[in-house]
Structure formats: C-alpha cells, structure tokens
C-alpha cells in the first residue's frame, strides 16, 4: 500500500512550457486535492475531485487544469507555466469529504524561470 | 473572509521543554480543526477536533479545541529534537460538497539538542 504517490519530485519550467503532475493513491480513496504551497505560506488548495469524472475549483485555480478520470488517478495539467506558478504541489486524498482526515503525497518543487 | 491563524511562527526550544502552539480561526460554518506535522516534505495528520473541551492525545502531543474562543492549541511535552517541524492547523467548513480545508501559514518548530 503506497498511499499518495506523486511525480515528478522536482521539475524546472520555462515560462509558456506545460506539464502534467501526476498524482496517483491506491487507498481507493473518493476524494482527491491539489494545494500549492508557497515559502513560508500555508496550503491553499487548487482544484478537487469527489469522485470519478467529478471536478471543482477550489482557491487558487486560475492556470491550471485537472482531470479525474479514475478514482486511482488525478493529474494537474499547467497550460502554459508563469513565474507566479513556482510553488511546491501537494496532491492529497481522503476517503470520505468533510468528514475524513486527508493524507498527503510527497510534493512536487515546481520553479518556472 | 475565512482565515486561520497561527501563532507563533516560529519557535526555538531545547530538548526537554514544553511548547505550546495556537491557532485561532475565523469561519463561517466550522466543521472541524486538523492539525498536521510537515517536515521536509509531506504534512502527516496529528489530530482532528470537532468537539469543544475534548483533549485528543498521542504520546507527548495533546490537543484541545475551544469552538466558544473560536481557538485550538497544540501542546508538546519533553520536546525531542525530532519534534523539529511546520506545524499546521487547517479548519475544514461545510461550504461545497468535500468541505474546504482552509490553512494557516504554520508554526516552525526548532528543537535544539
């Protein structure tokens, strides 16, 4: 049981450039989260998903896209990469919603130049 | 505007003491408080309160929530150097179907031998 699993661990963009950050749990959890978290910040929360083919906007969603068209996996996708975009990604899952605890991957370091 | 705050943010100890850290929020509809240990990369889930006036304990970690003040603290008892970390509180509201999870900035914690 791997729990969160993200990749990549670390990435660096040029600006205009896109990619995928891929996020992916094996605790058959319901619901999945990104949060970007910035230097001495706390989460702020991007995009979320309650289920398969289920997604919302959260805080922070202007740049990105996501997609859930598995329970297991749940990708950020950064169109087209802006200095502002520089944060480390955390992608999270809970089982239940507002309930249930969260459980946190490892993190993506993002640095756009 | 929802917010969570925490103080202080940061912290310096040695080994032995007793810390206390807090976190006051400001929420339309509470629906419970979390609180998180990140170290270097992913937080890890420490407690969830939703009840006033019940302590939760884990070895030398205790939390209580005061929902009347609208505050929580985090107390640490014969701090280790390994207590060394962010500690984040984030308050979950009803609002939307998950529940958003909304974070203060942290408190870093630095344990010295």
């Known amino acids: 049981n791997a729990g969160v699993t993200q990749t990549p661990k670390f990435r660096i963009l040029k600006i205009g450039q896109s990619m995928t950050l891929q996020c992916t749990q094996d605790m058959n959890h319901n619901y999945m989260y990104w949060y970007r978290q910035d230097p001495g910040m706390g989460l702020k929360l991007i995009y979320y998903s309650v289920g398969a083919g289920i997604t919302d906007k959260g805080e922070v969603p202007n740049g990105y896209n996501v997609s859930r068209s598995t329970t297991e996996d749940f990708p950020l996708r950064l169109e087209l990469a802006a200095p502002s975009q520089t944060s480390v990604y955390f992608c999270a899952s809970s089982y239940a919603g507002a309930s249930d605890t969260q459980y946190f991957g490892p993190g993506t370091r993002l640095t756009v130049l | 505007e929802d917010k969570v705050v925490q103080s202080p943010l940061s912290l310096v100890v040695h080994e032995g003491d007793t810390v206390t850290l807090n976190c006051s929020y400001e929420v339309t509809n509470f629906r419970s408080l979390l609180w998180y240990k990140q170290e270097k990369k992913a937080p890890t889930f420490l407690f969830m309160l939703?009840?006033?006036?019940i302590e939760k304990k884990s070895g030398r970690l205790s939390s209580i929530l005061d929902k009347k003040e609208l505050f929580s603290i985090l107390n640490i008892t014969a701090t280790q150097t390994g207590d060394s970390a962010v500690y984040l509180c984030?308050?979950?509201?009803?609002?939307?179907?998950?529940?958003?999870?909304?974070f203060g900035k942290g408190t870093k914690l630095s344990v010295k031998p």
């Open positions: 984030a308050v979950r509201d009803y609002g939307g179907s998950q529940g958003n999870l909304i």
């Open positions: 939703t009840s006033s006036g």
